[in-house]
């Protein structure tokens, strides 16, 4: 398993990790992903660790705190083998002090979260949405505290636009906070949005992307294809408004193209629209997810290979979007490659 460091920290990750979202599923979200018990999970923690992912994210939200408490109960007797990432803001109840990123939320949410991990430090705390409500001094001061006290490691944030994570991001140099270091992002094949802005930034300003739904919200998973009904088995039924949207018709030309390429490297749909990802700039790891051993151990194996470069243009090709104002005016002329060189 390849290891890269974590945007601009010294924390390695592996480039594939591993989303608790189906621990302890219930609702009709989190149901609908899978319900997998401490004694499943724990056996899916230890494939993970024998092939080298070490990374396990979740958050608070995930079915009301079970995934938290699953997870806990799947590392015990692991703890100092694996890392811990899990994220809060997003509502954990009705009240005012139920939601959003002020001090008094944060220290009881990563207290509350330390409960259910049964864990006494978290290795990476991520902000899952941007409180506006809330000064960003007040967030970066109590997140300093938080690191200070031992209880969480390394900070970073989830589903931020470009201007929220800069001004976070100039805060905490200004004041001397710890500086966001990962930024969890929606990226696939069928979803490119990240690199207009978020990449960019993240290129300059080292924060790197931990990637959630890279298989589309399981749109790339070989299951879906022109002209064909929704299989039965497929969660969409009952999650497809909860996730990113996609258009039919062009999410229908990639996977005709992922098709012909599976044809010529031997490897599933999944593998190689999670092999594409590895390969684009900033991705520091990205998460995967697995109901059952089969399934985990089939995305395991979209790392240790390459696409050809050939391959690659052409899942570039079928997949490129116009970028919307104000990005796409100078991409059209040769001076946006002096103003904007390339990310490497």
Known sequence: ????NLGASGLRVPVLSFGAGTFGGSGPLFGAWGNTDAEEARRLVDICLEAGVNLFDTADVYSAGASEEVLGQAIRGQRDAVLIS???????GEGP?????????????????????????IDLLQLHAFDASTPVEEVLS??????AAGKIRYVAVSNFAGWELMKSLAAAERSGYPRYVAHQVYYSLAGRDYEWELMPLGADQGVGALVWSPLAW??????IRRGEPLPAASR???????????????LFNIV?????????????????????????????????????????RQNLAAADWSLSKDQIERLDAVSAVTAPYPYFPYRRQQGFALLNPPIV
């Open 97 to 121: 002090q139920a939601w959003g990123t002020s001090r008094a939320r944060l220290i009881r949410a990563t207290d509350d979260a330390l409960r259910r991990l049964g864990t006494d430090y």
């Open 256 to 296: 005709e193209v992922l098709d012909s390429i599976a044809a010529e490297t031997g490897k599933t749909v999944p593998q190689i629209a999670i092999n594409w990802l590895l390969g684009r700039p900033t991705v520091s790891s990205v998460i995967m997810g697995a109901r059952n051993e089969d399934q985990l």
């Open 142 to 147: 109590t997140l300093d505290g938080l690191v």
């Open 218 to 223: 399981g749109r790339l998973t070989g299951k």
């Open 86 to 92: 899990t994220k809060t803001a997003l509502p954990m």
């Open 1 to 4: 398993m390849e290891y890269r």
């Open 236 to 250: 969409l039924h009952e999650t497809a408004q909860y996730g990113p949207p996609v258009d039919d018709e062009r």
